[in-house]
């Protein structure tokens, strides 16, 4: 029993474990998040609950502008399929050459971001209107430049660690 015990607490713990973004180093096409998203980006995206259902689809339009002091304001106005229209401004900031951080009204605290090659790990806190309230939901979002126009972008939601559902987004450059 307790070698039992030992063999799933590994199997958790390195299950869990994060992934080096260092690999990414030497993929292309080399993502610029800043040049990507200056200007204007199309995305469609798919909503899906923990067990891979479909719950909501959504197009947003994204207007990208550099500020003078170097940050990327990305002003999301999503159209979703059960009628919702929503907007979000992101204020995204480089650290340096591979660290991002990134804000917006229903962020908690900030999300962080790695960058290395062609990917872009973010994680973050977001405040999420549930019904009549609002649950704090995990994400671990990923961006994979697959052109100089197409970007992927997948991400897991979770809450107490358990995964409650997950994001799917193409974004094109126009």
């Known amino acids: 029993m307790r070698l039992l015990v030992i063999f799933l607490t590994l199997a958790i713990l390195t299950g869990c ?3 080096d973004m260092q690999q990414y180093r030497s993929n292309e096409p080399r993502l610029d998040l800043f040049t990507f998203f200056q200007g204007k980006t199309k995305g ?3 909503v899906q609950d923990r067990k891979g259902t479909l719950t909501r689809q959504f197009t947003v339009d994204i207007t990208g502008t550099v500020n003078g002091d170097g940050s990327l304001i990305l002003e999301e106005d999503f159209d979703w ?4 229209k929503s907007k979000r401004t992101w204020i995204l900031t480089k650290l340096d050459a591979h660290s991002y951080m990134g ?3 229903d962020v908690v605290d900030s999300a962080s971001g790695t960058l290395y090659g062609n990917v872009l ?3 973050y806190k977001l405040n999420l209107a549930i019904d009549e309230t609002s649950w704090k939901i995990t994400f671990d979002d990923w961006m994979f430049l ?9 991400a897991t939601m979770s809450k107490f660690g358990l995964k409650v559902g997950e994001v799917t987004i193409v974004f094109q450059r126009n």
């Open 17 to 19: 474990s994060a992934v």
């Open 44 to 46: 469609w995206g798919i």
């Open 81 to 84: 399929s059960d009628g919702e």
């Open 103 to 105: 804000e917006a009204e």
């Open 121 to 123: 790990n973010w994680k």
């Open 146 to 154: 697959v052109s100089e126009n197409l970007l992927l972008n997948k």
